[in-house]
């Protein structure tokens, strides 16, 4: 009976989890290219933020590049940034 209990908690757990924030189509997806304004290319995204800001990696750096900047144009992830403005954000 304690499996079973603790099977349910972690399905719920995982459940409640997967809820953080809401998916939206500038929701930014973890491999997805992220592309500065002009078009150039920044970087894969490593990792998605619970506020779905996107974290890369560039020249080294772990940077978060925050949501409000973020979305969909031509079909990719955009972000209103330059690449110098997000190089700063470290």
Known sequence: MKRSSVLVSLCALVTLSGTAYSVSAD???K???LV???GARLAPVYRVGADGS???IIEGKMVTVPANTLSMAGGKLTTSLTKSEVLALH
């Open 36 to 38: 500065a304004a002009n």
């Open 54 to 56: 996107a974290q890369i």
């Open 31 to 33: 491999g997805s290219m």
């Open 27 to 29: 929701s930014p997806v």
